[in-house]
């Protein structure tokens, strides 16, 4: 892919995938749906390692058997020593939130506090809303019934609904991307100082990431890894001539000098979609975390039976 009109380190961030394309050909799977069987998955992981070095990791368990949109019965917590053997040891249902049905989680541990904070989304109301946890000393000790609603609709000629989120710590503040939800699905980015009151970042009404190229039905956020000299924005996207666009996600690349402008580093063709697709061929939820020397990549995998689940990957770590 050219690179002559990319910034200079948006084509050394790009130059790095790509000399580690082959690391995402092994794998090992950190988290099975329930029933290995077409429309049940086990995704859109989020993981966070606390002081002492254990892994964190929180995830979305997908049911089959309900409708599209409600589908998402658990946020389900899992712990490791090390990152490889991983123990289910907390989960929140969506029954005891109350809440229709969850998708996306995300974990974070506050650099300030060492207390966990988790996000959820789901409809509310049918409403599509960014929800929160009360903080925790660690993740298995979430309470379900502390989840309430920190970002909801902010009025007409705006997204009319919120899911999705990704979280960190940029400095003294958090911040969120998110997809916003007009006739389709974009990317919004949000601040907070105590992450529970939100402002949007920019322009409001305007997504981040346009729908172009190779997505123009959906470009949603993903992760942003420190690297570069900014962050490597990792979002996913699909096709609108694709076969079902809505689920069939596929992972592409940006960088960010500020966390809010930003350069496609894939505009023409996604970066990463399933080695073993089904119905779909989604790579989707990733989520890149520095681990010594490497890079772990998490990510929601499709399999040939069209179930999900959830893989880890690893590569050589980029400049920071």
Avoid at 61 to 83: H, P
Wanted: negative net charge.
């Amino acid at each position: 892919m050219p690179t002559d009109n990319l910034p200079g380190r948006g084509a050394a961030a790009l130059a790095w995938f790509e000399a580690n394309r082959g690391c995402f050909d092994t794998w090992q799977v950190v988290a099975n749906p329930d029933h290995d069987e077409a429309e049940w998955w086990a995704g859109a992981p989020s993981v966070a390692r606390d002081a002492q070095g254990v892994f964190w990791l929180a995830c979305r368990m997908r049911t089959a058997n309900d409708r599209l949109g409600r589908r998402g019965y658990e946020v389900r917590i899992f712990r490791s020593e090390e990152g490889e053997e991983w123990t289910h040891v907390h989960s929140i249902r969506r029954e005891e939130a109350p809440i229709a049905g969850f998708e996306r989680p995300a974990l974070l541990l506050d650099p300030a506090t060492g207390r966990f904070s988790l996000y959820a989304c789901g409809p509310v109301d049918e409403v599509w809303c960014i929800l929160r946890f009360d903080d925790a000393d660690r993740p298995d000790r979430f309470v379900p019934s502390s989840c309430r609603t920190v970002i909801a609709p902010l009025g007409p000629g705006l997204p009319t609904g919120y899911k999705d989120p990704f979280v960190l710590s940029a400095g003294d503040r958090r911040r969120l991307f998110t997809i916003g939800i007009h006739e389709f699905e974009q990317v919004y980015a949000f601040a907070s100082d105590d992450g529970e009151a939100w402002q949007p970042v920019g322009n409001p009404a305007a997504s981040i990431l346009p729908l172009a190229g190779w997505h123009t039905h959906a470009v949603r956020p993903a992760c942003a890894l420190p690297a570069f000299g900014g962050h490597l924005f990792i979002y996913e996207g699909s096709d609108a001539a694709w076969p079902d666009p809505s689920y069939n996600i596929s992972t592409g690349l940006a960088w960010t000098p500020d966390l809010q402008t930003l350069t496609d580093l894939t505009p023409d063709a996604p970066a990463l979609r399933s080695p073993t697709p089904g119905r779909l061929h989604a790579w989707r939820y990733s989520h890149w975390l520095r681990v010594g020397g490497e890079v772990w990549v998490f990510a929601e995998v499709s399999k040939p039976n069209s179930a999900h689940e959830t893989r880890l990957f690893k590569l050589p770590a980029p400049p920071g």
